[in-house]
Structure formats: C-alpha cells, structure tokens
C-alpha cells in the first residue's frame, strides 16, 4: 500500500510565513519571549512531511521544524547545557529564515546566462554579480546592489557595466600604445 505524500510547507500559510518573518533579533535572545512570540504560530503551522533520506527540507520546513524544537526545548529543557541548546536552535532558525529570503531573491531575478549571481546577507541582503569564469572566492564582484532591484534593472546596469568596461579596456589599451609611441619616439600612423 502507498503512503500518502505531504506536500512542502507553503511558505504563504500565514502561521509559517509569520516564523519565518519574525524579527527575532528584537527579543535580544531573551529565550523565553521568543518561545512566547513563536508558539503560536508553531501551533498554527501545518504538520511537515516526514524527512527522508537523501530528502532535502525548504528554508520553510527547516524554520517550522526548528521552531517547534525552540519552544519545546524552552518548556523542557534538555542536555547538559540547555542554554546552548535552545541557542543553537535559534541561529539555526535565524539562518532558515535567511535562506528563505535569499531563495525569494534568487527566484525573483531569475537566472543570467554568462554571470554568477550571489545573494549575501550582513545587515541587510545584497545582491552580488560575476562574470561567469570569475571565482566568487577569490576576486571581487563587478557589482553589488541592494537586494530590492528589478530584474530588469539589473539586466540594465549589467550592459551598462560591460559596455563601461570595454570601452574602459580600449580606450585605456589605446592611451598605452599612445603613450608609448611617444616614449619610444614612434609617430602614430
């Protein structure tokens, strides 16, 4: 007999877009009100597909899950130190609900053949462009923006970029030769 599957957490059910919304930096790690503020809404959510192996969660399914496991660690504490324990759970809801934004990023640009585009997020998300044979570890981006752009204009400001550049590239190419014609004494043809 065939199990039914449960579909991927809706990121628009209003209980988990409320988790994943929430500002827990506000609560300045103060467990308990945290626990507070997100039980409700934990009690709201849908119950989550059971995970299976080589299965990967949404940033959604992960942030319900950690939730859950936030408050009930703050009702029960457990292990040896259960400050730790409800702290791990924290950054790790800090960091579904990061994924979750950047996803909404990435799906709302789309994809740019010829280019890598990153989303980072410090203080506030930032969108992170380059050329595709760039390494992204090892050299800087041609651009960074904030993460509020069309993808329009970023379609514009990327032929803008590269067409700066390659004007750049000549006309610094032809300043060179030039500069070295007079150098060597050579006359221009």
Not at 43 to 67: G, H, I, N, S
Not at 166 to 176: A, F, V
Request: hydrophobic share 40%; charged share 30%.
């Amino acid at each position: 007999m065939k199990t039914k599957k449960t579909k991927h957490a809706d990121p628009n059910h209003k209980a988990i877009a409320a988790i994943l919304a929430i500002d827990l930096d506000a609560f300045e790690n103060d467990h308990a009100r945290i626990a507070a503020a997100l039980e409700p809404f934990v009690a709201a959510a849908p119950a989550l597909r059971e995970w299976e192996q080589d299965d990967v969660w949404t940033p959604a399914e992960e942030a319900c899950a950690t939730a859950s496991a936030l408050v009930r660690d703050v009702k029960v504490p457990v292990g040896k130190d259960p400050w730790m324990n409800v702290q791990n759970q924290l950054d790790r809801l800090r960091r579904s609900q990061v994924a979750h934004r950047d996803g909404l990023i990435y799906e709302r640009l789309g994809e740019f053949p010829g280019y890598k585009i990153r989303v980072r997020d410090c203080l506030h998300p930032r969108i992170m462009i380059w050329p595709k044979e760039v390494s992204t570890d090892l050299e800087a981006p041609m651009l960074t923006l904030d993460s509020d752009i069309t993808r329009h204009e970023l379609q514009n400001l990327i032929y803008a970029w590269k067409d700066g550049h390659s004007r750049g590239l000549n006309e610094g190419t032809k300043h060179i030769q030039r500069r070295l014609r007079d150098l060597l004494g050579i006359e221009a043809d």
